[in-house]
């Protein structure tokens, strides 16, 4: 058991020492409360700052995957539509077909006494 001698805190907590004066009316300047009120607030205002910045990165990922997927749609519909083009073309020989019809366009117009494709 500590002793009365030590000089540790067991002779400064034994000693009182009576207060000068009166003591004062009313509540007391600060309490403990108003500290825990200040904590409370500063650790909400906290919580909220990192959900808003949490909720704005979500927000971000999401619209960067969306544009990536609506490029990559467009990306592959231009693909597949070039495919569709090249197989329409070698499996109806439409590139003969095409040239012939044009020209023949072309000289009918001509024959016609059309200035076709010419500047005026």
Known sequence: MPSLSDKG??????EWQPRQ??????????RWRGDLEVI??????????VV???VVVVVV??????VVVVVVAV????????????????????SASYKSLT????VSRQEAG???GAMK
Do not use: H, M, N, P
């Open 75 to 94: 990306v592959v519909a231009a693909e597949i539509a070039a495919v569709v083009v090249v197989k329409l073309v070698v499996c109806f020989d439409l």
């Open 114 to 116: 059309d200035d076709y």
């Open 52 to 54: 808003v910045v949490v």
């Open 21 to 30: 004066g009166k003591r004062s009316r009313g509540r007391q300047k600060r």
């Open 103 to 106: 020209s023949s366009f072309l």
């Open 40 to 49: 409370v607030v500063v650790l909400v205002a906290a919580v909220v700052v």
């Open 61 to 66: 990922v999401v619209v960067v995957v969306v």
């Open 9 to 14: 805190w067991t002779l400064a907590v034994t």
